[in-house]
């Protein structure tokens, strides 16, 4: 009886320290990709569907479908994950390889959406690497690390 007690609680103890403490903005230079990039066969197909005749459906986007290639900005992303699997991001597939080692987080935030929280860790207008958690978290300091990358951090309970 007392094995199964025991057993929960250092389950418990295990998963906790995963879940409380500060979350630091990943280092895009180890970031995975995990999705692939679209071909330009799948952009041309998905924009005649996307901005054809159905694109009253997305009347509050003006700008997406006034171009191809403005369309193929928006739409040729593929999805990138932190090493650890935490942080995603969906980058441009134009994006040199290179350019993921020289970038650094310039800032950080917090936002609530309903019962998540959004920890947002923007590198730029080049890429936002995003943590989505149940938990409440909490910038530390006032969120501008442009100077500082390693100060890009966020309290989590």
Known sequence: MKQPCLLLALS?????PAIAGPIACP?????????????????????????????????????TCTSYENYRKQK???????????????????????????????SIAVTRLGKLTRLSCSYGENATFTHRTKAQCQVQGNGDCAADPVACKASCD
Not at 82 to 99: E, I, R, T, W
Request: net charge negative.
């Open 27 to 63: 280092d895009p230079a180890k970031a995975v990709q995990v999705a692939a990039c679209p071909s330009e066969e799948e952009l041309r197909y998905t924009f005649m569907g996307y901005c054809g005749d159905d694109r009253r459906l997305y009347a509050s986007d003006a700008d």
């Open 76 to 106: 040729n992303v593929a999805l990138w994950e932190s090493a650890d699997g935490a942080f995603q991001a969906y980058l441009s597939c134009d994006l040199p390889p290179d350019a993921l080692k020289h970038l650094k987080p310039v």
């Open 12 to 16: 418990f103890g295990a998963v906790l």
